[in-house]
């Protein structure tokens, strides 16, 4: 196994040098299952997603498949999705409604509560001593909302989830609990595996607003209205001191213009303004409802960002996506839209347009983020000598403690700045050398 | 072997798939002319071949249990994987004819394959409702291989002398999660 002194010269957050191999690593992703994904929150559902008791929808914690389901009483409960028999999917759709689920293996089949309830010719079988309630699926042992959304631990000892958010929380508020009525997903989850280590994407949401300048000039480009172009495409009289990142302890991370500029929007192009009048409405609702500080790093100014490990969000357009890991070099991503559930029905529907033009697969912008994590694993995945001995440059902004940004503790920074991405690891490695969550500071 | 006794015969063919051999032949040239275009990079002269009033339309799939099959595909409210009208597709031509856009910079080698063409009349004299199968395969850099199967159900509009443009184009992709970094080729 790999030992507690490698990690951390792989890691060395404090001086922004990382090492390609937690990215490449058999070693390092193995153990990333139990340390990280095994006991941090992980994004599961939205409510709006399971509304009607027996509504269930699949996803998995790590790599580990699980499905999320709401039960008679509305609560909703949370299992592994594999048969206590030999080990397969008990529930083999993407999502729906059932009363149970049955194994199409042997026909064990359990309830929406994760129960054993029936087992062809059991008591031929297994005798009339068989105790079924040691035999139900195993539960996802932790399992909180926040806003709506669903997010549960195997850790049952993880502190709770709002204590977990830290600093963070004004930002989840801000953007999901904008208007009175909240979020609510649209339908449909958009999956797509592509090469590429997870963090490379969780890390990008947290504090990457610089590669949007290289890696996405072609949407700016094609899709901005040349009136538009320069106050809309971060090319503004701010430049890029019109930036600000947020970095916590706790590894989350977000980058967001300054609320006072016009630079807000990063949604672009034709039935835009639909949504910038919404956003607007939105803003004074914020300020109203949650105050100043609130409002100045509303949904509308968010870029992008991440809550560690691996659920990443853009404020505008209004989209979230989880980077399951599927080996080193390999990652999925389920990707959805989020409107205001207030909003009128024009103003939902370009939301949904708005987001799909530039994120998800075929997206103006996102198209290219594909690309480059590809990129990276390809060069990764040949496992050369000398690419391995590179310490990555995650030194952007080091030393710098412009506004509130502490170097060990995070806040806010103006202007660019790998902070972030800093903390991320800091937070990664804690978890993967420590016992425990790693959520002290 | 077990003598099979037929019961019901052969199913007989819809009546609607025999429209003029000649118009069959004219739209099934249209169509390797424009998959022509796209493997040729020639994208602006395809997107003159969509209607002003196109949509563009890529559903997602899904893996349904048996009770609620019909929603395997997405629906109109729901997510897709594209939905896209004559603008946007100009603005997916022109990004990949910027040389900036990274996915397909170096460009790809795509080779589109249409085939089981089947052609409907419509209520609309000129319209005609044109169903074929794709097969595309996209090669990149070194190593990088991606290929997509599906099936295309188009509105075709015949706007002139040996001219036709797409009005209507339903893309079904053959995959529940999509298996390459990104959907950078058009269907
Ligand atoms: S594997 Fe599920 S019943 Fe045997
Ligand atoms: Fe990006």
Redesign the pocket.
């Known amino acids: 196994m790999i030992s507690n002194e490698t990690l951390r010269s792989y890691v060395q957050w404090e001086d922004g040098l990382i090492s390609p191999h937690i990215f490449s690593s058999e070693d390092v992703w193995q153990l990333e299952q139990e340390r990280v994904f095994g006991r941090s929150w992980l994004f599961l559902a939205h409510d709006s997603q399971i509304p009607r008791p027996g509504d269930f929808f699949s996803t998995y914690m790590g790599a580990d498949p699980v499905m999320i389901v709401r039960q008679s009483d509305g609560s909703v409960a949370a299992f592994l999705n594999a048969?206590?028999?030999?080990?397969?999917k008990?529930c083999r759709g993407d999502e729906g409604n059932s009363k149970a689920f049955t194994?199409?293996?042997?026909?064990?089949s359990y309830d929406t509560a994760g129960r054993l309830i029936g087992?062809p010719a059991a008591d031929d079988t297994y005798g009339p001593d068989f105790d079924r309630s040691r035999w139900g699926l195993v539960p996802v042992n932790r399992l909180e909302h926040y806003q709506g959304f669903w997010f549960g631990s195997f850790d049952e000892s993880i502190v709770d989830l709002e204590t977990s958010l830290g600093p963070f929380k004004i930002h989840m508020d801000t953007f999901l609990d904008s208007m009175p009525g909240g979020v609510e997903f649209v339908g449909g989850t958009q999956r797509a595996k592509m090469s590429g280590n997870w963090k490379i994407a969780a890390e990008q949401f947290a504090g990457d607003s610089y590669h949007a300048f290289q890696s996405h000039v072609s949407d700016f480009t094609v899709s901005t209205p040349p009136e538009l172009l320069d106050t809309r495409s971060f090319q503004g009289e701010h430049g890029f001191n019109g930036f600000h990142h947020f970095g916590t302890v706790q590894g989350h991370g977000a980058g967001f213009n300054d609320a006072r500029s016009d630079q807000r929007y990063y949604a672009i192009g034709a039935g835009t303004d639909v949504v910038d009048r919404w956003q607007d409405r939105v803003e004074r609702e914020v300020r109203e409802r949650l105050g100043d500080e609130a409002a100045d790093t509303y949904r509308g100014t968010i870029l992008h960002g991440t809550l560690f490990p691996n659920l990443s969000f853009l404020g505008t357009p209004t989209a979230l996506r989880v980077w399951h890991p599927r080996g080193p070099n390999e990652m999925e991503m389920y990707s959805w839209v989020y409107v205001d559930k207030d909003a009128p029905p024009e103003v939902k529907e370009r939301m949904k347009w708005v987001a799909q033009q530039h994120f998800g697969p075929q997206g103006l912008a996102e198209q290219d983020d594909g690309e480059n994590f590809a990129a990276i694993a390809g060069n990764l995945k040949r496992r050369g000598a000398q690419t391995h001995k590179i310490m990555l440059n995650y030194r952007m902004g080091l030393g710098d403690t412009n506004d509130t940004h502490e170097p060990a503790t995070g806040g806010r920074h103006a202007g660019m700045n790998e902070m972030p991405q800093r903390l991320f690891y800091r937070r990664w490695l804690r978890m993967m050398t420590e016992d425990g969550t790693g959520e002290a500071a | 072997m077990t003598a099979m006794t037929p019961t019901t015969g052969p199913a007989a063919l819809p009546a609607s798939l025999f429209v003029d051999s000649a118009v069959r032949a004219e739209i099934e040239q249209f169509l390797y002319f424009e998959v022509e275009l796209l493997d040729d990079r020639r994208f602006s002269e395809w997107l003159s071949l969509c209607a002003d009033d196109i949509r563009y339309w890529m559903p997602m799939r899904r893996n349904r249990l048996t009770r609620d099959r019909d929603k395997e595909n997405s629906g109109p409210d729901e997510l897709s994987h594209l939905n896209e009208t004559r603008q946007s597709l100009g603005w997916r031509v022109a990004q990949l004819e910027s040389n900036m856009h990274w996915s397909e910079a170096p460009p790809s080698r795509t080779r589109h394959l249409v085939t089981n063409v089947r052609v409907a009349a419509t209520e609309t004299p000129d319209e005609y409702a044109v169903r074929s199968n794709f097969l595309c395969y996209r090669n990149r850099l070194e190593e990088d291989v991606d290929i997509w199967a599906g099936e295309r159900g188009d509105v075709l509009r015949r706007v002139g002398v040996r001219q036709w443009q797409v009005v209507r184009r339903t893309i079904l992709l053959d995959q529940s999660v999509v298996l390459s970094p990104n959907l950078s080729v058009l269907f």
């Open positions: 048969c206590r028999h030999r080990g397969m008990v194994c199409t293996y042997h026909g064990w087992m």
